[in-house]
T-cell receptor, first 114, second 111 residues
Framework: ETGVTQSPTHLIKTRGQQVTLRCSSQ?????VSWYQQALGQGPQFIFQ???????GRGNFPPRFSGLQFPNYSSELNVNALELDDSALYLC?????????????FGPGTRLLVL | RKEVEQDPGPFNVPEGATVAFNCTYS??????FFWYRQDCRKEPKLLMS???SGNEDGRFTAQLNRASQYISLLIRDSKLSDSATYLC????????????FGTGTQLKVEL
């Protein structure tokens, strides 16, 4: 186990709703990254938080937003849900934001949008 | 063109076989390279980093060719437990610590 936890494990929402996903990083890690993995695809980078500041963002619309707390846990918020948002959402923590640091993934949250 | 390209497979091989996966990346600013393994409905887990000099971890050997922008993974003496999806991953300089994943190559090891 990586020590990275995510909640909830599964979630069903309807189109137009909002959702908040949570991630607790591994002890000693100050960086959290979020990824979206659609069925049959590799994970796609959403954004990264380093010491409570956004440290890079992928090609996702502004309705995907995030937050990192002083204890380095993090939230991913998605507004105005669309059917295509159905995916596995993964968070990964690392010791710092350096390019060489290994990222450790949590078990993910499976989101289904109906 | 995708930033990281892999053959999706599946590769069906008998137990004990040697199997090789290849991956190409398009961004010459790519700086770090990895193979991750992902079991069905689970999170990706780091299998090994890939270095220019090539590196080996037990039955697994990874190679990197920066000139050709090509990464490979060789699995020798395949086990049933090696059945999984293998994700080729690069980290691009200037993008923070953003991992860019291929779509993965599915391996099925059979009796």
């Amino acid at each position: 186990e990586t020590g990275v936890t995510q909640s909830p494990t599964h979630l069903i929402k309807t189109r137009g709703q909002q959702v908040t996903l949570r991630c607790s990083s591994q002890s000693g890690h100050n960086t959290v990254s979020w990824y979206q993995q659609a069925l049959g695809q590799g994970p796609q980078f959403i954004f990264q938080y380093y010491r409570e500041e956004e440290n890079g963002r992928g090609n996702f619309p502004p309705r995907f937003s995030g937050l990192q707390f002083p204890n380095y846990s993090s939230e991913l918020n998605v507004n105005a849900l669309e059917l295509d948002d159905s995916a596995l959402y993964l968070c990964a923590s690392s010791f710092n934001g350096a390019i060489s640091e290994t990222q450790y993934f949590g078990p993910g949250t499976r989101l289904l949008v109906l | 063109r995708k930033e990281v390209e892999q053959d999706p497979g599946p590769f069906n091989v008998p137990e004990g076989a040697t199997v090789a996966f290849n991956c190409t990346y398009s961004n010459s600013a790519s700086q770090s390279f990895f193979w991750y393994r992902q079991d069905c409905r689970k999170e990706p887990k780091l299998l090994m980093s890939v270095y220019s000099s090539g590196n080996e971890d037990g039955r697994f050997t990874a190679q990197l060719n920066r000139a050709s922008q090509y990464i490979s993974l060789l699995i020798r003496d395949s086990k049933l437990s090696d059945s999984a999806t293998y994700l080729c991953v690069v980290n691009i300089r200037g993008g923070g610590n953003k991992l860019t994943f291929g779509t993965g190559t599915q391996l099925k090891v059979e009796l």
